[in-house]
């Protein structure tokens, strides 16, 4: 493995996000301040040397022009004052230059402890003329210049360092707010916290994030509170039954005290009570149930459906007329053959149960058109359903004050719209024209 790919497992394995996050910038803006100080250094070392080396080329014309073919020699400037040896030796590079072998070149050289600059250029005859002057000032300045640029350097590196921490913890903040929300919910149970989002207009991935899992969230809370609801409207509604169940079980135990015809209406009352029983708890595991199995599902041609469950209800209710109107071709829709019986069987008792004998039900299933998709209605001649009560009548348990006396646990329609809701159909009620209920599945 390569040191570079060895580097990048331990940075993505080590230290928290924040960290890294903080590394990263101040690596990238130090780089960019020390990179620019670096570049301005070397720009202002040039410009001044530059000026120096026009000088020194001004100045060995000048000396060429006073002294025209004079011997070798030291001919004028710092050397003559400050005496030959501090003059540097002949090197071959400039007897290249005398020979014309060698471009003119500019050396740094230091003279008596000066620093000092030098043009070795060619000169009549052969011979190289080498003209200098002194650069302490070039020097000075050149040294000024990489100090300042050294602390502009290390100031930046410093800002970097602290843009870095800032951006780290500005830019994390929502996510450090999402992972103490998630830790909160975890060691509570308690689904009702929220991430507090930022005012709208300055959404980002992150807030993306924190909605969707505040969307997750109010989801769950609401399932947590649904089944909760279920468990105790269960429970509420399973002590009248069993009460009523114990008591004539109670009764059926003295039977000896009973005359034949006592015994007989308490051990039908106990069967009908404990089918009663029996039917809720069936229809409350169904309601508990979500989602239908995805396995089930199959292309459900509705027409034979619809005749079916009619038909299931003609034996169950003979006295009710069920009038079913089908389309001649096929209207399909993708679900659960048993639970859409079960939805359409629910809706079917209904009609039966609360309108009077000899009055038709009348059932129509209509194919899909353009714009919306097959849709079932079931319609009866009863009383139909008061508007204070049309709001409430798919909720668990809920059953409409004259239909008390009735037989039921008012769980029917809450399970034909789940049911509905499973199959992405719309299930509603409304008063039907000319009087009774109706009811509409549109898939
Ligand atoms: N076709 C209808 N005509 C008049 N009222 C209705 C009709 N269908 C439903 N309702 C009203 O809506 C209530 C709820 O219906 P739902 O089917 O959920 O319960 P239920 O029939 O009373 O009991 P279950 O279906 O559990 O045996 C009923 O109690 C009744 O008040
Ligand atoms: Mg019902």
Known sequence: MSGGRRLGRVWRRRGPLRTRLALSVTAAVALVAVGVCAAAYLVVRSALYEQLDLSLTQSARLA??????????????ECR????????????????????????????ITVAGHPARMLTTDYAGGRALQVALRADTVRDGIEEAARWLVLTAAAGVLL?????????????????????????????RDARHRIELP????????????TSFNTMLAELEQSIAAQRRLVADASHELRTPLTALRTNAEL???????????????SAALGRQLREVTGLV???????????????????????????CAQAARTHWPAVPFHVRVPAEPVVVPGVPAR?????????????????????????????????GPELTVRDHGPGISPQDLPHVFDRFYRAGTARALPGSGLGLAMARQIARAHAADLTAEPAPGGGALFRVTF
């Not at 870095?164 to 830790?183: H, I, K």
């Open 64 to 77: 060429a022009q006073r002294n025209p073919g004079s011997a070798p020699g030291v001919l004028a400037g």
């Open 81 to 108: 004052f400050l005496a030959a040896p501090a003059c540097p030796e002949v090197v071959p590079a400039a007897r290249k230059v005398a020979a014309g072998r060698h471009a003119p070149y500019y050396t740094n």
């Open 160 to 188: 970097a360092a602290l843009l870095g921490y800032w951006v780290s913890r500005t830019g994390l903040a929502p996510v450090a707010r999402l992972t103490a929300t998630a830790e909160r919910i975890a060691a509570t």
């Open 199 to 210: 005012p709208p207009g300055r959404e980002d991935e992150i807030t993306r994030l924190a």
């Open 252 to 266: 059926l135990a003295r039977a000896d005290r009973l005359t034949p015809d006592q015994r007989e209406r308490a």
């Open 282 to 308: 069936g229809d409350l595991i169904e309601l508990a149930r979500d989602e239908e199995p995805q396995p089930l599902v199959e292309q459900v041609r509705l027409g034979t459906l619809v005749e079916h």
């Open 340 to 372: 859409l019986s079960r939805l359409l069987g629910n809706l079917l008792d209904n009609a039966a149960k609360f309108s009077p004998a000899g009055l038709p039900v009348e059932v129509d299933l209509t194919a899909a058109a353009p714009g919306r």
